[in-house]
């Protein structure tokens, strides 16, 4: 999922030479101007600084929160349902999302951090990325992570015919399975954007559910890390889908306060799949299917 602005980004990033001279200008630009200005004295004594727009959350250094979920099935149920926002599950298990990658610099850092914290999410890949890196696809999936399929063009699929739609979503599907050998449990699509006739059609011929989200920070807007933060520790409780976009680094840099946070609030994070594996069709339900701890 992400706005049609994105597209801007994702264009101007699709040209690894000019977004590289870019990025060098902009980050020499904003030193020369932290070194020259940041304290600068304005007349009365006030101190003039400088916006820190080259912020990066600094590395953790001892101890983090360690996610402490067991090892639960991931195969859920073809009768579990077509569409899922959230899932009704006992216990404070959540699943976080992130989208439109893999992207070179900022999944790797990503995965660093959600490997520091023993931490598992479903990574909504395009797979005309998945082409240009397989290699941290399989990265990935070798630590555990699950991958959904999130098309291959990131084409608004309510508006496409049911052939393009089959289209997209096979040809993710195959770039998954050639980078790192899985197979897509689920689908997210572009934008969100799927009819319910398009939906049953997909659950039909691929098995996948489609799969939203109940919490959404907003972070392709670049709000600041802060503020994506804070938007997902107020928006998530148990059996929640938490959306977000690990090609934007400003969400990675909100993720280590986020992660931990939500740790310290006592929610345990799996896949998208192990979450909706373990649903329950009633509260009442609750105390005879606890997931087994074994
Ligand atoms: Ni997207």
Same mark, same amino acid.
């Not at 790797?108 to 951090?113: E, F, S, V, Y």
């Given at each position: 999922m992400d706005h049609p602005l994105q597209?801007?980004?994702?264009?101007?990033?699709?040209?690894?030479?000019?977004?590289?001279?870019?990025?060098?200008g902009f980050m020499l630009a904003t030193a020369t101007l932290a070194s020259c200005?940041?304290?600068?004295?304005?007349?009365?004594?006030?101190?003039?600084?400088?916006?820190?727009?080259?912020y990066r959350t600094p590395s953790i250094g001892g101890s983090v929160p360690r996610n402490d979920a067991g090892n639960f099935p991931s195969n859920f149920s073809k009768d579990a349902g077509i569409t899922f926002s959230r899932v009704l599950v006992s216990g404070n298990y959540i *699943? !976080?999302?992130?989208?439109?990658?893999?992207?070179?610099?900022?999944?790797?850092?990503?995965?660093?951090? /959600?490997? +520091? @914290?023993?931490?598992?999410?479903?990574f909504y890949v395009i797979g005309r990325s998945v082409d240009l890196h397989?290699?941290?696809?399989?990265?990935?999936?070798?630590?555990?992570?699950?991958?959904?399929?999130?098309s291959h063009t990131h084409r608004l699929l309510s508006k496409l015919g049911?052939?393009?739609?089959?289209?997209?979503?096979?040809?993710?599907?195959? *770039? !998954?399975?050639?980078a790192a050998g899985v197979r897509p449990r689920t689908m997210r699509p572009p934008?969100?954007? /799927?009819? +319910? @006739?398009?939906?049953?059609?997909?659950?039909?011929?691929?098995?996948?559910?489609?799969?939203?989200w109940s919490v959404d920070?907003?972070?392709?807007?670049r709000p600041g890390p802060s503020v994506v933060t804070s938007r997902i520790l107020t928006g998530t409780t148990a059996g929640g889908i938490v959306l977000a976009h690990d090609l934007h680094s400003q969400t990675v840099d909100a993720m280590p306060a986020t992660l931990d946070g939500l740790l310290k609030r006592g929610f345990k994070f799996v896949t998208v799949?192990?979450?909706?594996a373990m649903k329950v069709e009633t509260p009442e339900a609750q105390a005879s299917n606890v997931p087994a701890s074994s």
């Open positions: 597209r801007i980004g994702n264009s101007l990033s699709a040209n690894p030479k000019l977004g590289k001279f870019s990025r060098r200005k940041a304290a600068t004295a304005l007349p009365g004594g006030a101190v003039k600084t400088s916006p820190n727009i080259a *699943a !976080i999302t992130f989208d439109d990658g893999p992207h070179p610099q900022n999944t790797p850092r990503l995965l660093d951090i /959600l490997a +520091q @914290r023993n931490i598992k999410a479903t397989p290699g941290i696809l399989r990265r990935t999936v070798a630590e555990g992570h699950e991958i959904g399929n999130h049911d052939t393009e739609v089959r289209q997209e979503m096979q040809r993710c599907q195959d *770039a !998954i399975g050639r934008y969100g954007g /799927l009819l +319910q @006739r398009q939906r049953e059609m997909l659950h039909a011929e691929f098995g996948y559910p489609t799969i939203l920070p907003l972070d392709w807007q799949s192990q979450l909706i």
